[in-house]
């Protein structure tokens, strides 16, 4: 199986930039598709970026352009950098893995493994 640990959130100021982090253990093909998803209170999960065992990247268009979705393969571990960041990107951010392989945006249904959270809370 696979385990995940999200670290990096916190708080950032408008315009700010945080990285998440997500470290990874477990066999590799249960890490065909990795993503991001957030959760702000009252409102659904939605998914932020996804990235493929070819690395091939989506993203929400809320965010393309200023998120970037990458793994680093030798150390086990997912990255979310986010740039510029907006009051409303304010939410509980996961990651989340599967073995299936995956292309363009996935539903969070689609994963079978989750990290527990990471707070990201963006001020004015």
């Known amino acids: 199986q696979v385990q995940l640990a999200e670290s990096g959130g916190g708080s950032a100021q408008s315009g700010g930039s945080l990285r998440l982090s997500c470290a990874a253990s477990g066999l590799t093909h249960y890490r065909t598709c990795m993503g991001w998803f957030r959760q702000a209170p009252g409102k659904e999960r939605e998914g932020v970026a996804i990235?493929?065992?070819?690395?091939?990247?989506s993203y929400a268009e809320s965010v393309k352009g200023r998120f970037t979705i990458s793994q680093d393969n030798a150390k086990n571990t997912l990255y979310l950098q986010m740039n510029s960041l907006k009051p409303e990107d304010t939410a509980m951010y996961y990651c989340a893995s599967d073995r299936f392989y995956c292309s363009g945006m996935t539903e969070s249904g689609q994963f079978r493994y989750w990290g527990q959270g990471t707070q990201v809370t963006v001020s004015s």
């Open positions: 990235i493929n065992v070819d690395g091939i990247t």
